[in-house]
T-cell receptor, first 113, second 113 residues
Framework: DVKVTQSSRYLVKRTGEKVFLECVQDMDHENMFWYRQDPGLGLRLIYF???????EKGDIPEGYSVSREKKERFSLILESASTNQTSMYLCASGSAGAKNIQYFGAGTRLSVL | AQSVTQLDSHVSVSEGTPVLLRCNYSSSYSPSLFWYVQHPNKGLQLLLK??????LVKGINGFEAEFKKSETSFHLTKPSAHMSDAAEYFC???????????FGAGTRLAVHP
């Protein structure tokens, strides 16, 4: 089975802190994605990566950055956390190709106080 | 540009009765369409996908969906609801390059005894 592992299920941080969310996949997938999930809005794409050290902005990249130093690991960084970044964050991975499915991690619920 | 509209934010059914979750899409070319399910405090799981083969797609747990190009719809159905089907369901369209996914806002399904 494909496994996408997010390092934390729950996080509580203070406004202004630097926050790292880590994601690891074990299927040698080329593509990795970070989404945030908010009630009534579905999932919105923050950033994605199609190869090591490559990244592309999604629909809502403001306030976030990413890092992909190894193929299996994709990190989401909140440089200075703000209360409006309180949300559920979901990582996904998938093979290259337009028709291939994405596999999701269990999510990290982040609260910024 | 691709988009997805889930026509109901909440659906409530009795156990043993049929389920219908409605989804309309907009796409400038032949789309790949998916339904994902999210159980409470869990990640997203793929139910089924349509990728231009048969228009009636069968998925896991007795769910199926029919692609209707003339109506730009991809409704999800199940003949008989089970209590374990209570979850949030997302209709999703693939945005082509790099397999970016566009999510609907979600439909929360409640199943009553």
């Amino acid at each position: 089975d494909v496994k996408v592992t997010q390092s934390s299920r729950y996080l509580v941080k203070r406004t202004g802190e630097k926050v790292f969310l880590e994601c690891v996949q074990d299927m040698d997938h080329e593509n990795m994605f970070w989404y945030r999930q908010d009630p009534g809005l579905g999932l919105r794409l923050i950033y994605f990566s199609y190869d090591v050290k490559m990244k592309e902005k999604g629909d809502i990249p403001e306030g976030y950055s990413v890092s992909r130093e190894k193929k299996e690991r994709f990190s989401l960084i909140l440089e200075s956390a703000s209360t409006n970044q309180t949300s559920m964050y979901l990582c996904a991975s998938g093979s290259a190709g337009a028709k291939n499915i994405q596999y999701f991690g269990a999510g990290t619920r982040l609260s910024v106080l | 540009a691709q988009s997805v509209t889930q026509l109901d934010s909440h659906v409530s059914v009795s156990e043993g009765t049929p389920v219908l979750l409605r989804c309309n899409y907009s796409s400038s070319y032949s789309p790949s369409l998916f339904w994902y399910v999210q159980h409470p405090n869990k990640g997203l799981q793929l139910l089924l996908k349509y990728t231009s083969a048969a228009t009636l797609v069968k998925g896991i747990n007795g769910f199926e969906a029919e692609f209707k190009k003339s109506e730009t719809s991809f409704h999800l159905t199940k003949p008989s609801a089970h209590m374990s089907d209570a979850a949030e369901y997302f209709c999703v369209v693939s945005s082509g390059g790099y397999n970016k996914l566009i999510f609907g806002a979600g439909t929360r399904l409640a199943v009553h005894p």
